[in-house]
């Protein structure tokens, strides 16, 4: 095996769970894997550590079902604002490492340093390392060398950033659970500077239970005693849990509403949502600045300093409310794979086009009820035709227009007509047989039609062919077109590997701007 960063994903890859295992593991119920901490233990003292030793990274721990990834990306942000630079002359930080999943384009973008991805020979270097050192302790106990010998796909990631982050030096790490919390890899963390919560919302039921009380109970694993624990504000019934653990924890929670100065501050994302989101994010890095040995001093409560009103407007989370612009489209990104992240991507878009009506009002352009407006989705391991439905619904509300979209296309998550999915894209953990067929796809086209008779819907095999397809309506159209394109994580990263990449067709494949 060679040792270069295409060498680390392809072997990366080959500890995926394919779809037949997941399907098998959902329908024994028997998910919740109890010793998936004891077992996380173990494979992170074949790589050399003790879950102890990670205390010395000064960990920040995420939990939720909304916002985890933009809520640690603000952390890291405000925290990268305390770094050694011109403005800090008495800096509290060197590295900031930020663990988040899953990724866009790279799966390196999982394990940042500094708000930068690992580099390709950095993210080989420790692969390799702790690839090697598992292989090692298997030799050492006569056992095979094989796959056997590593843990899953995530597992390995996360094992992975823990000793990047030791061996680089790291001194500040904030941490993005997988999904749940109690029995999460990432939850080795012994004792956490501090623990937050998001948005709680029914998603991953099969592991996690279909209440909002099961989901609140596995959330609140990662509160840890000694630690101050926040969270976003929640419904009734989840709060009642959180704070019910928070006891049996001895752990001191707080309910973090909407921070008062947000209302005057452009943040660097831009849904309303946004702001729950930056305000656990204040409450937490606050909390944790305070623990470092050289704490920076903080103004009272409502003010803010200045680095952090910095680090909210500077952050950057690609996929999350963005805009590129290319030739007469207006590309609106927003990942949304569970009912209550799709109808947040719902409202984004719809003041997108408020603004885009007011812009209209004071010139000869059409009225918003004429303005194009194409979608391009797609959700292959989801309900997707009732997401589609609350999509729809959100839309049809918000605008007063029962036709949301004029068009609307539908596609698999392979990325490319001709080579197939880029290897950090590659999922095993979605039936191939089901891509081929387009039946999600074809799905979908029926639902849309059920909802919508007048709408053009289009069926596609590939995102390229989707943004090939959407190109082609807007060269036909008078004015600007808006293409909102939302749905897994997955979709929204192969789309943003098109556009970078200049694939289908004539775009220039720089996205030309953030909003």
């Known amino acids: 095996?060679?040792?270069?960063?295409?060498?680390?994903?392809?072997?990366?890859?080959?500890?995926?769970?394919?779809?037949?295992?997941?399907?098998?593991?959902?329908?024994?119920?028997?998910?919740?894997?109890?010793?998936?901490?004891?077992?996380?233990?173990?494979?992170?003292?074949?790589?050399?550590?003790?879950?102890?030793?990670?205390?010395?990274?000064?960990?920040?721990?995420?939990a939720g079902t909304k916002g985890k990834g933009s809520t640690s990306a603000f952390i890291s942000s405000i925290l990268a604002q305390y770094l050694s630079s011109p403005p800090q002359s008495n800096p509290c930080l060197n590295k900031v490492g930020l663990y988040t999943s899953p990724h866009l384009r790279f799966v390196r973008e999982r394990i940042q340093i500094n708000n930068e991805p690992l580099s390709e020979e950095m993210f080989a270097k420790y692969f390799f390392e702790v690839w090697d050192r598992l292989e090692d302790s298997a030799r050492a106990r006569g056992e095979q060398t094989d796959n056997t010998a590593k843990p899953v796909y995530?597992?390995?990631?996360?094992?992975?950033?823990?000793?990047?982050?030791?061996?680089?030096?790291?001194?500040?790490?904030?941490?993005?659970?997988?999904?749940?919390?109690?029995?999460?890899?990432?939850?080795?963390?012994?004792?956490p500077t501090v623990t937050g919560i998001t948005s709680l919302g029914i998603d991953h039921v099969?592991?996690?239970?279909?209440?909002?009380?099961?989901?609140?109970?596995?959330?609140?694993?990662?509160?840890?005693?000694?630690?101050?624990?926040?969270?976003?504000?929640?419904?009734?019934?989840?709060?009642?849990?959180?704070?019910?653990?928070?006891?049996?924890?001895?752990?001191?929670?707080?309910?973090?509403?909407?921070?008062?100065?947000?209302?005057s501050i452009s943040l660097g994302l831009a849904?309303?949502?946004?702001?729950?989101?930056?305000?656990l994010a204040i409450a937490i890095t606050s909390t944790h600045l305070k623990s470092l040995p050289n704490a920076p001093q903080l103004p009272h409560f409502p003010s803010l300093p200045q680095e952090f009103i910095d680090g909210l407007q500077q952050v950057r989370w690609p996929g999350r409310c963005?805009?590129?612009?290319?030739?007469?489209?207006?590309?609106?990104?927003?990942?949304?794979?569970?009912?209550?992240?799709?109808e947040v991507a719902a409202s984004w878009f719809a003041?997108?086009?408020?603004?885009?009506?007011?812009?209209?009002?004071?010139?000869?352009?059409?009225?918003?009820?004429?303005?194009?407006?194409?979608?391009?989705?797609?959700?292959?391991?989801?309900?997707?035709?009732?997401?589609?439905?609350?999509?729809?619904?959100?839309?049809?509300?918000a605008l007063q227009d029962e036709?949301?979209?004029?068009?609307?296309?539908?596609?698999?998550?392979?990325?490319?007509k001709d080579g197939g999915y880029r290897p950090d894209l590659v999922s095993l953990n979605t039936s191939q047989e089901n891509v081929e067929a387009l039946e999600v796809q074809k799905g979908l086209q029926n639902a849309w039609r059920e909802l919508d008779d007048q709408a053009e819907v289009k069926v596609e095999g590939t995102i390229e062919g989707a943004v090939?397809?959407?190109?082609?309506?807007?060269?036909?159209?008078?004015?600007?077109?808006?293409?909102?394109?939302?749905?897994?994580?997955?979709?929204?990263?192969?789309?943003?590997?098109?556009?970078?990449?200049?694939?289908?067709?004539?775009?220039?494949?720089?996205g030309n701007g953030n909003g």
């Open 1 to 62: 095996m060679g040792r270069t960063y295409g060498d680390a994903v392809a072997a990366l890859n080959t500890l995926q769970t394919n779809s037949s295992i997941i399907d098998a593991i959902r329908r024994s119920g028997k998910s919740k894997n109890e010793q998936a901490i004891p077992e996380m233990i173990e494979w992170c003292r074949k790589i050399g550590h003790e879950p102890s030793d990670f205390n010395r990274l000064r960990l920040i721990h995420i």
């Open 154 to 191: 995530f597992r390995f990631l996360t094992l992975m950033a823990f000793h990047a982050y030791m061996r680089e030096g790291v001194d500040t790490a904030i941490m993005e659970c997988g999904i749940g919390g109690e029995y999460d890899s990432t939850n080795i963390i012994t004792s």
């Open 206 to 263: 099969a592991i996690l239970g279909n209440t909002i009380e099961e989901i609140a109970w596995h959330k609140a694993g990662i509160m840890k005693s000694g630690s101050p624990a926040f969270s976003a504000p929640q419904l009734p019934a989840a709060v009642n849990v959180l704070q019910e653990r928070s006891v049996e924890k001895d752990v001191h929670l707080e309910i973090i509403p909407q921070h008062p100065r947000l209302d």
């Open 271 to 279: 849904a309303p949502i946004q702001r729950i989101n930056a305000s």
């Open 322 to 342: 963005e805009i590129r612009r290319e030739g007469n489209v207006a590309w609106h990104i927003d990942s949304g794979h569970t009912l209550e992240s799709i």
């Open 351 to 397: 003041s997108q086009i408020a603004v885009c009506s007011e812009k209209s009002s004071s010139s000869t352009a059409v009225s918003k009820s004429q303005v194009p407006r194409i979608l391009l989705f797609n959700q292959q391991t989801r309900d997707a035709p009732a997401l589609a439905r609350a999509l729809y619904k959100t839309l049809a509300d």
């Open 403 to 416: 036709r949301p979209f004029r068009h609307a296309v539908f596609c698999t998550n392979v990325t490319f």
């Open 468 to 510: 090939e397809w959407v190109r082609e309506v807007a060269r036909g159209t008078e004015g600007e077109v808006m293409a909102l394109v939302t749905g897994s994580v997955h979709l929204v990263g192969g789309f943003l590997e098109v556009l970078e990449t200049g694939g289908a067709g004539d775009g220039d494949g720089n």
